[in-house]
């Protein structure tokens, strides 16, 4: 992959208001935009996080079927996690499909990152193809408040599903199985 551009970054002139929510900061703040405009700006801060797209040996895809409060509803998504302060982004991963899928994989490829929500957050996610899967006879517990089933599917069901509209869409989730089709060659 080519590198990302240079970060173009703003002017801080003031911080008007925060809270801080768990792993989340909502910040206020008033800015100078790199081409001069002032004006205050709500923003996230967001520590970051990781994606895997795991695949197994006989070429199924390893998704979740996950409840999010915020729309209220299950969504059919890739496993993935926050990072913890100072976490590399691989190593959460790794720890988060064990978590949440219940596998291992024994070979990491990196998809890049990708920004979610850039118009309201810094947040990056850090996404892998996960392979040569290995089921967990003991998987470490989750968080308490995940609430996810473990699904399977074809890729050309996972295809059908995106493209139905029956299903709703997790954007990471989207853009990492493009990514990972593409290094795939599918």
């Not at 899928?101 to 850039?118: H, V």
Request: hydrophobic share 40%.
């Amino acid at each position: 992959m080519a590198p990302l551009p240079a970060p173009e970054p703003f002017e801080l002139l003031e911080t008007v208001e925060t809270v801080d929510v768990r792993k989340l900061r909502f910040e206020r703040n008033k800015i100078r935009l790199p081409m001069g405009v002032e004006s205050t700006f709500g923003m996230i801060r967001h520590p970051g996080a990781s994606l895997a797209v795991p695949i197994t040996d006989d070429g199924h895809v390893v998704l979740l079927r996950q409840y999010r409060f915020a729309v209220q509803a299950r969504l059919l998504e890739f496993p993935a996690g926050t990072l913890e302060a100072g976490e590399d982004p691989l190593e959460s991963m790794q720890r988060e499909l064990g978590e949440e899928a219940g596998f291992s994989a024994a070979r990491w490829d990196a998809l890049g990152p990708m920004l979610p929500c850039p118009g309201y957050s810094d947040e990056v996610i850090h996404c892998f193809l996960a392979r040569e899967l290995t089921a967990l006879e003991n998987p470490p517990a989750g968080d308490d408040d995940e609430d996810l089933e473990v699904v399977t599917m074809t890729s050309a069901q996972l295809d059908e599903a995106l493209a139905s509209g029956d299903e709703w869409l997790d954007g990471k989730s989207v853009t990492a199985w493009f990514r990972a089709k593409q290094l795939l060659g599918l």
